[in-house]
């Protein structure tokens, strides 16, 4: 079979591929190889027409959208983030309660993600909500910063972590230089690009592999914690020190960034929606299965730290499950820095699944590049958006830091998921008689919007810093772009020219391709 590109049309290439002798104008419609065009039903969302072969198959099934939420949410933040929360509470018990409340949030914004999800089956997320709730501009916004700014950021502070504790066990008595940490973490992110464009299957396999593997770490730090429980070293858990808490509104709202990074991922099988088999029934059971077993993992590890190590030892240490190895494991503590690689790699994946699914459903609509959208001609993967994420997440890399990464994604992201809610509550009066499977109580979207309003409100007022301003002003930015490029059609004269290179570079197709065979 030869591809030839034939014609540009809108931003996009309609190939067409000839096999001896055919008639290169005829627009008659292919099937796919195995002579299957299966259009899927209502609630499955749109699979491949007679006429569109190259598309995302479905192939995520329930044990792997269980390991895409439970392997993006388990990565750094559960053997980092306890340090950081103690210290922004000054308090075990208002620690531990925000450590289950971060998890109750996150199980209620993700169940009102699932009637969403399950309302449009598209890829996407919060962007294909938007759309539907509000139209073009919204839409767009979202893009523009989770495309810019959240995926890649969430993927380079993953990526750092990773290098950073793959990097330790080599070094002797000094922290890792920087240097070599973010050329390990340039390496990750070009491992884990190779896997995602290769093959979807090789992808979940490696999410589901190293999901399995961080729950093993999980398991080998309760059961260390509990082993001393046994013996009766109860001490630090005894005194929740409630009076002596330093919080206040605006403390307690960025502690919530603390936890809430550990629990980010929540989400993130709503990006993929049209890759789910059986969508209606998998996406809200893989929600309700793996939501409840990060919460329960999460506070059985900060019981376990806490029968080993004080709370100033725990607020004093940088990577508290490094500590905590140093402390119980004896010869075999370097399992620790193991699993914390183990973990971040696996999050990292899980991530860039996710985010080249954005690029993929934004650039469709015509509100990213064109190229965006496209699909590769043999493993139908969105590569070019896989790419471009990385790259991204490449630069923010060698000129960003963790903390200032954590802080900027976590005020901006809660600003997204509020937005979510309200268009799901929006949608409830607009679209009353819309199909959905699943139909979460109205009172949880409410909730959910309140607690967001919350958390980007409170910091701000209590400790008003240049950055807030910042995210708020680039969040706007996007509007003179999308005025002229989106609203007013308004198209770069050397645009096409590049989509042509890049296709043939790439070996990708639009999904609104024509084959024939």
């Keep these: 079979m030869n591809i030839d590109v034939r014609s540009a049309r809108e931003g996009g290439l309609v190939w067409r591929g000839c096999s001896g002798n055919c008639d290169a104008e005829d627009g008659s419609a292919g099937t796919l190889a195995d002579g299957n065009a299966n259009p899927g039903d209502k609630l499955e969302g749109s699979d491949a027409a007679p006429d569109d072969p190259v598309h995302l198959k479905r192939r995520v099934g329930l044990f792997s959208g269980v390991a895409l939420i439970v392997g993006t949410m388990i990565g750094s933040g559960i053997f980092v983030s306890p340090s950081g929360l103690l210290e922004r509470t000054g308090s075990v018990g208002i620690s531990f309660i925000i450590w289950m409340a971060c998890g109750l949030l996150s199980l209620l914004g993700a169940l009102a993600y699932a009637e969403l999800g399950t309302m449009n089956t598209s890829s996407g997320a919060e962007y294909a909500y938007f759309m539907d709730a509000f139209g073009g501009p919204p839409a767009f916004l979202f893009s523009w910063v989770s495309t810019l700014v959240l995926k890649p950021s969430q993927m380079a502070i993953i990526c750092l972590s990773f290098a950073k504790y793959a990097v330790e066990p080599f070094v002797s008595e000094c922290e890792p230089p920087d240097a070599l940490v973010k050329l390990v973490a340039l390496i990750s992110i070009v491992m884990i690009l190779a896997v995602n464009c290769y093959s979807v299957n090789l992808a979940t396999n490696v999410q589901n592999i190293f999901t399995a593997a961080k729950l093993v770490a999980i398991a080998i730090i309760v059961c260390g914690g509990a082993y001393k429980l046994i013996l009766g070293n109860t001490r630090h858990l005894q005194e929740p020190n409630f009076a002596s808490s330093t919080a206040t509104l605006g403390n307690i709202a960025t502690a919530f960034y603390t936890g809430l990074w550990a629990y980010d991922g929540w989400n993130n099988l709503n990006y993929v929606t049209e890759e789910i088999k059986n969508p209606s029934k998998n996406l809200p059971l893989s929600i309700i299965i793996g939501i409840p077993l990060v919460t329960l993992c999460y506070a059985l590890v900060n019981v376990s730290y806490l029968a080993v190590m004080s709370v100033s030892e725990m607020a004093d240490s940088e990577a508290v499950a490094v500590t905590f190895g140093n402390r119980l494991l004896g010869p075999m503590a370097w399992l620790m820095p193991l699993a914390v690689t183990i973990s971040t790699f696996g999050s990292a994946n899980g991530t860039l699944f996710v985010a080249g699914r954005l690029c993929f459903a934004a650039s469709r609509e015509g509100h990213l590049?064109?190229?965006?959208?496209?699909?590769?001609?043999?493993?139908?993967?969105?590569?070019?958006?896989?790419?471009?994420?990385?790259?991204?997440?490449?630069?923010?890399?060698?000129?960003?830091?963790?903390?200032?990464?954590?802080?900027?994604?976590?005020?901006?992201?809660?600003?997204?998921?509020?937005?979510?809610?309200l268009a799901l509550i929006v949608m409830r009066y607009t679209k009353p008689h819309a199909p959905r499977p699943y139909k979460v109580p109205i009172i949880i979207p409410y909730i959910v919007l309140i607690v967001s309003a919350y958390l980007v409100v409170a910091p701000i007022i209590d400790k008003p810093q240049w950055e807030y301003l910042y995210a708020g002003a680039f969040i706007l930015a996007g509007l003179l772009v999308y005025l002229p490029f989106v609203k007013w059609g308004y198209s770069l004269p050397f645009m096409d020219k590049i989509t042509v290179f890049l296709q043939m570079v790439l070996e990708v197709v639009p999904t609104s391709t024509t084959f024939e065979y």
């Design 369 to 421: 590049l064109d190229i965006l959208s496209y699909v590769h001609v043999r493993r139908f993967t969105p590569a070019p958006g896989l790419i471009f994420h990385s790259l991204i997440a490449v630069a923010m890399v060698l000129y960003g830091t963790i903390d200032s990464l954590i802080d900027f994604f976590s005020f901006t992201a809660w600003i997204f998921y509020g937005g979510a809610m």
